[in-house]
C-alpha cells in the first residue's frame, strides 16, 4: 500500500494555474508523537529536487521557495492527512515532477532530508 499519494498535475499554459493534492496514510501518524508534516518537492531534469513548500500542523506558518512565493498556497486538512498546494501564475520554470512528503514533526521540515515518506510524483508542465 501506498502511504503518500500525489494527484493533479498536468500540462498549462504560462499564466495558469493547478491544484496538487496529496493523501497521506494514517499509518504514518497514528500511535505516534508529534505532529504532522507535509511537503511539497519538485526535480526538473538535470537539476537537484529542491523544496517548494511545507506546512505543519503545530501551528507555524507554511514555508515556501522565495521562488514560489505569492504564486503557490499549500493548505492541510489534518482530519484527512491530505494536503492541496494551489498552484497560480505558473511560469515555464515551474516544470517538473512534483513530489509530496509526510513525516511526524515537532517543528516545520523545510529539507528533503527531513522527510521519511514520499510519493511517486505528478508532473507538471508548463508552455510559454
Known amino acids: 500500500q501506498q502511504q503518500v499519494a500525489e494527484s493533479g498535475g498536468g500540462s498549462v499554459q504560462a499564466g495558469g494555474s493547478l491544484t496538487l493534492s496529496c493523501a497521506a496514510s494514517s499509518d504514518i501518524y497514528d500511535g505516534a508523537e508529534g505532529h504532522k508534516c507535509m511537503g511539497w518537492f519538485r526535480q526538473a531534469p538535470g537539476k537537484e529536487r529542491e523544496g517548494v513548500a511545507a506546512?505543519?500542523?503545530?501551528?507555524?506558518?507554511?514555508y515556501y521557495a522565495d521562488s514560489v512565493k505569492g504564486r503557490f498556497t499549500i493548505s492541510q486538512d489534518n482530519v484527512k492527512n491530505t494536503v492541496d498546494l494551489q498552484l497560480n501564475h505558473l511560469k515555464p520554470e515551474d516544470s517538473a515532477m512534483y513530489y509530496c512528503a509526510a513525516a511526524r514533526c515537532w517543528y516545520l521540515k523545510r529539507y528533503e532530508v527531513e522527510y521519511e515518506y514520499w510519493g511517486q510524483g505528478t508532473q507538471v508542465t508548463v508552455s510559454s
Open positions: 506546512i505543519y500542523s503545530g501551528g507555524t506558518s507554511p
